[in-house]
């Protein structure tokens, strides 16, 4: 068996040049933020699509199918992906992958997903619950009961929403 062994070379994140890191609600621990970032540039609060027609359109692909694996879409298109950003082990102290080219944005991204769906953060990663929102969040509630980005926001919303509801059947 032979084992490869990459030097990654510190290269400046391209991804940062469309991505805002640290906007609230739901901040993620790095490196989980990048991802988090990266799916909420599809604002659905807004309707404004943050990714403009200079970012290459597979970053846009990857965003779109971890959104849907992130909703339990399934992960067919991330592997189709996979196939085409190919990720290799880098040996160290903490094992873990990294992309084939320092460059390789996507593949980057889904070595991120790896990572967390080993280690259980992804499963911390969540939409809001408001149909209207849709916005990705980091559920830090020690039990992952969370379902709105903002309690103060989509939650206040949510929660008048079916009371009024339950009004209207009484």
Known sequence: MTTILVLVPAVKDPLLAWISLGDEPGVAPAPLERVRALLNTDDRFHGIEHLGPEVPREVVGVRDALRAHLLDEGPAELDALATSHPV???????????????????????????????DGSWQRLKACANPDCQWIYYDASRNRSGRWCSMGECGDVMKARAYRERGRRA
């Open 88 to 118: 290799v082990v880098a040996l160290g102290a903490e094992p873990r992958l990294v992309p084939l080219s320092a460059t390789d944005v996507v593949a980057g991204l889904l070595a991120e997903v790896y990572e967390a769906q080993r």
